[in-house]
C-alpha cells in the first residue's frame, strides 16, 4: 500500500521476529526493477548489503548509485572494510560517490538509507555491517511513497556538486 510506513529492526541473537532489517534490505533490492540509490557511513564485505548491492550492480537494467563517507573507508580503514575504490572495483556497473574536503575537512557523511525504484525507502540507523546486522539494536523506518523517496534522492542530488566526488560513474 502506498504511503505506508513500517518499522525493521536489527538484534543480537535473532530476536527480532518481524521486520528484519537486513533480510527486508536484501529482498527489496534482489526485486528492484529501474534503481537502487543508497548512502552510508561505511561498508563490511561481510554485510549482506555489500553482496546484494554488487549483485545489483551488475545487472545492466539497474541504476545503482552509492553514497559513502570517504573518512570512515580511506582514512581508517578497517579489516574487512572495503576502501572507495576497492568498493568501485566491486561494484563496476555503479556509481559511486565519496565525500569530499570543503572548507579544510572531509565532510561526514552519516545518511544511512537505500531507495528502491524511486518509491521504497529504508532509512535507518544501522550501518552496512556486520556488527550492525547481527550485533547491535538498530530501528529503520519503511516508507512505500514515492513523494518522499524522490525527494530524499533529489536533496542527495543537489549536495553531489558540494559534497561528494565522483569515484567511479556508471
Known amino acids: ?77 578497517v579489516a574487512g572494510a572495503p576502501t572507495t575504490s576497492e568498493m568501485a572495483a566491486a561494484m563496476a556497473g555503479a556509481t559511486l560517490l565519496r565525500t569530499r574536503r570543503r572548507n579544510g575537512s572531509l565532510v561526514r557523511s552519516h545518511a ?9 525507502l529504508v532509512v535507518t540507523s544501522a550501518n552496512f555491517s556486520t556488527s550492525a546486522e547481527q550485533h547491535n539494536v538498530e530501528l529503520g523506518l519503511v516508507i512505500d511513497d514515492a513523494v518522499v523517496a524522490q525527494g530524499i534522492e533529489g536533496q542527495m542530488a543537489e549536495f553531489e556538486n558540494h559534497l561528494y566526488e565522483v569515484v567511479r560513474r556508471s
Not at 525493521?8 to 540509490?37: I, K
Not at 548491492?53 to 573518512?71: F, H, K, Q, W
Not at 544511512?112 to 521504497?120: A, E, G, L, N, P
Open 112 to 120: 544511512k538509507f537505500v531507495s528502491v525504484d524511486h518509491r521504497f
Open 1 to 77: 500500500m502506498r504511503g505506508a510506513v513500517g518499522t525493521v529492526w536489527t538484534a543480537p541473537d535473532n530476536l527480532v521476529q518481524r521486520g528484519q532489517l537486513t533480510a527486508l534490505l536484501h529482498h527489496a533490492v534482489e526485486r528492484a526493477r529501474e534503481s537502487v540509490v543508497c548512502s552510508t557511513f561505511n561498508f563490511q564485505r561481510s554485510s549482506v548489503l555489500w553482496e546484494v548491492l554488487a549483485g545489483a550492480a551488475r545487472r545492466p537494467e539497474l541504476s545503482v548509485r552509492v553514497y559513502l563517507d570517504t573518512g570512515a573507508a580511506d582514512r581508517h580503514p
